[in-house]
């Protein structure tokens, strides 16, 4: 996803980065507490590098034990008159832009470990997935003293206020295809909030997370505020989806998943839940438009990332008139796509298999071609090309998706709410709607003693 309008290409004037030579990866145990802790079992798992299926390192690998200790650590954070919840909001906002001052150093690092876990080229990791999470964070710092309530009127003998408070401890779980950005697209939101936070990233994809979770601590959070506990769904996932003392919990990956997510937190303690689990993506593309800018911005939709994308473009529905000339052209765009070393500046596809398949298919008319598009039970995202602004504006409301692109794809920005309709999930991540997502309303009514 190019988050904040980065070019997906990682081009950049000067000299290009190049990938850090790694002996060894320093941290690899649980964090809790800002301390590095071996799992509660004894218990270490594998990590692979998957564009060469061999091993990069052993992780400490959490259970159900580990994530009650982190728990009790972000409790204990959380308690009135703790550091973190009497802390100044402002304060919360320079700790968050240290951590993107940190990111920012050990950028190249970063960027590596997280092409080396995922398989990503290495540019892409760099410009793209960096640069977003940076943004993230640094866009939520802003934020973090602007958290306010309302004064509302009642009558004359009565004041009354809102205030946003913290929902406490918030649990995430994450997905192995973009592991750092959606590592930082949970926390920052609800650190800017004065939460807690509790996070498994992928086993598949833990480096970035847990290098970052040493960041947190130079960066000098309080103790207990991130805990990042490496594991598998069924163990250490489940443990946070179903504990009773963590208040909120955020997912992204499949659906299935996701409905069981929902059920564990409604049967523990009606936890707060919000869901990104994509989705089966419609592009329309009218006989009007760019056709070149369309053939490019679909196909990159469809295989960015490898197609391991909850946005890829997975369903492309073209007017009659350019069906012909848009798969022809389509066709030789594809074969531009350089697939091979991730840390090699000239790949733009590492050596997965995943899912990504361009399916292009002719419509005769507008509502043709906007019932198809809605025939799905997701609705994430959908884009559509056409030289006419009345028809992008009637259309785009008629598509039954959370985020509607218009001759563009992928443009996402720490600024702009993202999250889908109907089985693609609840709940918005990024912009200011995730603050919501992460605060309780307190309204308190005050009784005057005489009349104003």
Known sequence: MAQNGSAESGEAAGALPRPVPLQDIAHTKIFINNEWRSSSTGKTFCTFNPATGASICRVEEGDKEDVDRAVEAARTAQQRGSLWRTMEASRRGRLLHRLADLMERDRLLLATLESLDTGKPFLQSFFIDLEGS??????????????????????????????????????AIIPWNFPLMMF????????????TVVIKPAEQTPLTALHVGSLIKEAEFPPGVVNIIPGFGPTAGAAIANHKDIDKVAFTGSTE??????????????????????????????????????VEETQKGAFYNQGQC???????????????????????????????DPLDPQTSHGPQIFGPVQCI???????????????SQYGLVSAVFTSSMDRALSVSAALETGTVWINCYNALHAQTPFGGYKMSGNGRELGEYALAEYSEVKTVTIKLRENM
């Not at 949970?186 to 939460?195: D, Q, R, V």
């Not at 007017?319 to 012909?324: K, V």
């Open 134 to 171: 940076i943004k993230t964070l640094r866009y939520y710092a802003g934020w973090a003293d602007k958290i306010h309530g309302r004064s509302i009127p009642v009558d004359e003998t009565l004041v009354c206020l809102t205030k946003h408070e913290p929902v406490g401890v918030c649990g």
């Open 184 to 195: 930082v697209w949970k926390i920052a939101p609800a650190l800017s909030c004065g939460n």
């Open 257 to 294: 998943v996701g409905q069981l997510i929902k059920e564990a937190a409604a049967k523990s303690n009606l936890k707060r839940v919000t869901l990104e689990l994509g989705g089966k993506n419609p592009c329309i593309v009218f006989s009007d438009c760019d056709l070149q800018m369309a």
């Open 310 to 340: 909850c946005t890829a473009a997975s369903r492309v529905f073209v007017e009659e008139s350019i069906y012909e000339e848009f798969v022809r052209r389509s066709i030789d765009h594809a074969k531009k796509i350089v697939i091979g």
């Open 361 to 375: 298919f002719s419509f005769k008319d507008q509502q043709e071609a906007i019932d198809r598009a809605n025939s």
